[in-house]
C-alpha cells in the first residue's frame, strides 16, 4: 500500500496539518515520507473517533464481514485569525508592576548601597572606638603617672621645706647672734 501525503489527508478530513503532524510525531511517526497506513489508521482514530475500515478474516463459508464507518464525521471549524479577549474570563485584576524585575534590579542595588553605608559606618565606629581606647589607655597611664609624681612630689617639697625651713631658721639665728655682736650700747653716742 502507497503512503498518504500528510496534507492530503488533512485536506480530505479538514483537520489542522499542525495538529496531525505534531500528534503522529508524539506517537512515534515519521511524516516525512508521508504517512504510512498505521498513521493513518491512529491519526483517524484520534481525530475522527471513527475506527477505520478492517476487514476481519474470512468466516466459514467465505464470509467476509466489514465494520463499515457508522459515524458521520463534522468538519473541525477553522480559528485562525481568532481574537479572544481573556479578560471575559475573568472576575478579578492584579496590581502589577511593569517590568518587576527592573525593579527588583534596582531595590537590589539600593539595598546593596544601604548595607556599605551601613558596613563603612560600623568600621568607622569601630576605628573611633579603637583611637578612644588607645587615647583612654595613654591618658589613664599618664593620670597614674602623674599620680605618683605627686606623691613624690609632695613628700620631696615636704622634705625639700623642712630643711629649706630649718636651714633658714640656723641662718637666721646666726644673722641675729652676728647683728648682735655689732649693737652698739644703749649710751653709746651714735657715730655720725
Do not use: W
Not at 597614674?144 to 631658721?169: G, I, W
Amino acid at each position: 500500500m502507497q503512503n498518504t501525503s500528510l496534507s492530503a489527508f488533512c485536506r480530505d478530513y479538514s483537520l489542522s496539518k499542525g495538529s496531525v503532524h505534531k500528534f503522529l510525531k508524539a506517537e512515534g511517526f515519521d511524516t516525512a515520507e508521508g504517512l504510512t497506513p498505521d498513521a493513518v489508521k491512529a491519526a483517524t482514530a484520534y481525530f475522527l473517533d471513527i475506527e477505520p475500515d478492517t476487514t476481519t478474516a474470512p468466516a466459514a463459508g467465505g464470509l467476509t464481514v466489514f465494520t463499515g464507518n457508522h459515524c458521520t464525521t463534522l468538519a473541525v471549524p477553522g480559528f485562525d485569525g481568532l481574537t479572544l479577549d481573556l479578560g471575559q474570563f475573568r472576575d478579578s485584576s492584579a496590581l502589577v508592576i511593569a517590568d518587576p524585575l527592573a525593579a527588583a534590579e534596582q531595590f537590589l542595588a539600593a539595598a546593596d548601597m544601604i548595607q556599605g553605608a551601613l558596613a563603612g559606618d560600623i568600621a568607622d565606629r569601630e576605628a573611633r572606638l579603637a583611637r578612644t581606647k588607645q587615647a583612654q589607655a595613654q591618658v589613664a597611664t599618664k593620670a597614674q603617672q602623674l599620680a605618683l609624681e605627686q606623691r613624690l612630689y609632695r613628700l620631696q617639697t615636704a622634705q625639700l621645706d623642712a630643711a629649706t625651713s630649718d636651714e633658714t631658721s640656723a641662718l637666721a639665728d646666726a644673722l641675729a647672734a652676728l647683728q648682735s655682736l655689732g649693737k652698739p650700747a644703749a649710751d653709746a653716742p651714735a657715730e655720725s
